[in-house]
Nanobody
Framework: VQLQASGGGLVQAGGSLRLSCAASGRTFSIYGMGWFRQAPGKEREAVAVIIRSGVSTYYADSVKGRFSISRDNAKNTVYLQMNSLKPEDTAVYYC????????????????WGQGTEVTVSS
């Protein structure tokens, strides 16, 4: 499985961005996908997670009400809509996919994208 993330950039505080993650290859093996982020000097943390069917989602407390994860199964793509961005959202964002989702909040997924940088200026 290959993951291609895109959509990062520079935005002012209060602005919005939409990240996309396109999956290719053995996508039928993917049970769930997630977005993680890593700021300089900090550990990689889960931001939002979605299970295959889309019924189950998870959001970090810091992004609840501002970020929304969704998926288009026909396009094998997962999106992260980020609204009301804050400077503390600045990080490299990674999409990831996992075959079992036994530990959806931990950064030990089976497959990872290359990361896309998000910078929020104050």
């Amino acid at each position: 499985v290959q993951l291609q993330a895109s959509g990062g950039g520079l935005v002012q505080a209060g602005g919005s961005l939409r990240l996309s993650c396109a999956a290719s290859g053995r996508t039928f093996s993917i049970y769930g996908m997630g977005w993680f982020r890593q700021a300089p000097g900090k550990e990689r943390e889960a931001v939002a997670v979605i299970i295959r069917s889309g019924v189950s989602t998870y959001y970090a407390d810091s992004v609840k009400g501002r970020f929304s994860i969704s998926r288009d199964n026909a396009k094998n793509t997962v999106y992260l809509q980020m609204n009301s961005l804050k400077p503390e959202d600045t990080a490299v964002y990674y999409c990831a996919a996992d075959r079992t989702m036994k530990r959806p909040l931990f950064p030990d997924y089976d497959y990872w994208g290359q990361g896309t940088e998000v910078t929020v200026s104050s």
